[in-house]
């Protein structure tokens, strides 16, 4: 198969969007994250522009990769300065790097507006920077901005920036669609054009942004016309609405055109890659993602779980294991036996069709009270270990009681009171907390421990409430959502009640009880 190569820009185009910041040391996890990814390009950004890019570049400098090339990016010469007299150029040719990455202008706009050269100059600039960093013993690749808008505005301009870089030694010229502007046709032609003209003397990439929604198919249209490296980023991450998508460029080279780009093991780490540079940016994932989100093989309809039930190519571009996902299916209003059984089975719990059509008229009669099992999968495995015959109840409630006393200094109490009976005996428990569900939990707790001491290690770690029907004011139906978790799991519950305090009961005995089932 023939290879495309990625070139990841992540820590220096994807640093550009808002809110990105990562440490010289979150970098180099990002380097060694993308290495195993497969990743055969990876630009550093600019070394010693601040110090954190000086204390990157030492920190990359002694990392041990598995095959990814380390890039330094500069720009070319500044207009009236001799490239050797260029203290940037001077960094970059003196950088550890084997691969230097010279961004020029292409467009004539800039030239009038930003750099104020003449067409003349402005090839000069890129010829003899190049030359530079060739004589120095650099891999070039000359990142040719806004060459789409430039190949619209004067495509024989455009076509002699890449002449003058490729002329001067550049190993690979890549395309860059810098404000995002293009669709897939014009990437396509003007793709093409320079193959035409370049394709046996340099390699061609291809650098597009996001701006039209078109990143990753302006990506793609560029690799069918010739392009074998593509430049992105993980996630998308970038100034304005991003770069290319990596993570959705990637499969779609390797399981949908055939190109050859990493080995399937690797592409098999795509999800776990992208959710890691998720976590070290502080950012939580896009459920929506294609490829790695937690919806992207997530099924909800009826006919759509049967559908997958017989075959999964019906409802599925691709096998989510290629990619390091699962396939999720979510119980609704919408479900059928199909989700029933998918959901059983997954929870390991055997239901026969009978007990299967129970379940399924509860689910949409408690989805229209308000219920969202999709958001509370263990409130949704209880409701089916009942159907089936299979729940075990840890007590039988006899009666609670919660009192808050707010006193004239301010000061505010909870106190609660439960009477419950576990295996024949009858426990009365009080306890006080810093809200209702607290002290109910703790008095809970204090009635039945000594029955069940794993309770000790169970914690209630998210509590969410909505307001269902707001127009009924204080009387609508509330909605509570409770996460759990103890040293081995995580767990989702749910309430619904007009009551929130019995809401957030109903929620929390579901808690405890899913953790001894």
């Not at 408690?366 to 099992?373: I, M, S, V």
Request: charged share 25%; proline share 3%.
């Amino acid at each position: 198969m023939e290879q495309v190569k990625l070139y990841d820009t992540t820590l220096r185009d994807g640093m550009q969007g808002e809110g990105m910041s990562l440490s010289a040391s979150e970098k180099a996890r990002v380097v060694l994250a993308l290495d195993a990814l497969g990743v055969q390009m990876i630009e550093a950004g600019f070394p010693s522009s601040n110090p954190k890019e000086v204390e990157l570049f030492a920190q990359l400098a002694e990392l041990e990769l598995q095959q990814a090339t380390i890039c330094a990016f500069g720009m070319t010469r500044r207009r009236g300065t001799a490239a050797e007299d260029d203290p940037a150029l001077a960094t970059l040719v003196e950088s550890f790097t084997p691969v230097v990455t010279l961004v020029g202008k292409t467009w004539a706009l800039h030239l009038e507006k930003v750099t104020k050269v003449s067409r003349e100059e402005n090839l000069a600039m890129i010829s003899e920077s190049v030359a530079l960093c060739r004589e120095q013993g650099k891999r070039v690749i000359y990142d040719a901005e806004h060459f789409f808008d430039g190949y619209r505005d004067d495509p024989g301009y455009a076509l002699a920036c890449l002449a003058a870089a490729i002329d001067a030694g550049a190993e690979n010229v890549s395309l860059c669609d810098t404000n995002g502007s293009s669709l897939p046709d014009q990437i396509a032609a003007a793709t093409a054009d320079v193959g035409a003209k370049f394709g046996e003397r340099a390699e061609l990439g291809i650098h597009v942004h996001d701006d039209a929604g078109c990143g990753v198919a302006n990506s793609l249209a560029g690799v069918r016309e010739g392009a074998r490296l593509v430049q992105g980023t993980i996630n998308g991450y970038g100034e304005r609405c991003g770069n290319a998508n990596l993570t959705s460029i990637l499969p779609a080279l390797q399981l949908k055109m055939g190109f050859e780009v990493v080995s399937d093991e690797q592409l098999a780490s795509l999800t776990e890659t992208a959710h890691l540079l998720d976590e070290l940016c502080n950012l939580t994932p896009n459920p929506d993602a294609p490829y790695v989100g937690r919806n992207a093989f997530a099924h909800k309809g009826g006919m759509h779980v049967a559908g997958i039930e017989a075959d999964a190519r019906t409802f599925e571009h691709i096998e989510p294991a290629l990619v390091g996902n699962n396939r999720n299916v979510l119980p609704s209003e919408l479900s059928g036996k199909a989700t029933i059984r998918s959901q059983a089975e997954q929870a390991g719990i055997e239901i026969d069709d009978e007990a299967a059509t129970r379940a399924i008229a509860k689910l949409k009669q408690r989805e229209h009270d308000g219920y969202h099992y999709e958001a509370a999968p263990a409130s949704f495995e209880l409701l089916l270990r009942y159907e089936a015959g299979l729940y075990k109840p840890l007590f039988r409630l006899e009666s609670y009681k919660v009192v808050t006393e707010r006193r004239a200094g301010g000061e505010v109490e909870t106190e609660a009171t439960i009477k419950v009976e576990v295996d024949g005996k009858h426990y009365l428990r009080v306890a006080e907390g810093n809200g209702p569900v607290n002290a109910l939990d703790r008095a809970l707790r204090g009635a039945i421990v000594d029955r069940y001491p794993h309770l000790a290690e169970i914690e209630l770690t998210n509590y969410k409430v909505r307001i269902l029907d707001q127009d009924h004011g204080t009387g609508a139906v509330t909605r509570v959502l409770l996460d759990s978790a103890d040293s081995e799991r995580e767990w989702g519950t749910i309430g619904v009640s007009e009551n929130i305090i019995e809401a957030s009961w109903e929620a929390l005995v579901d808690s405890l009880e899913y953790a001894f089932q």
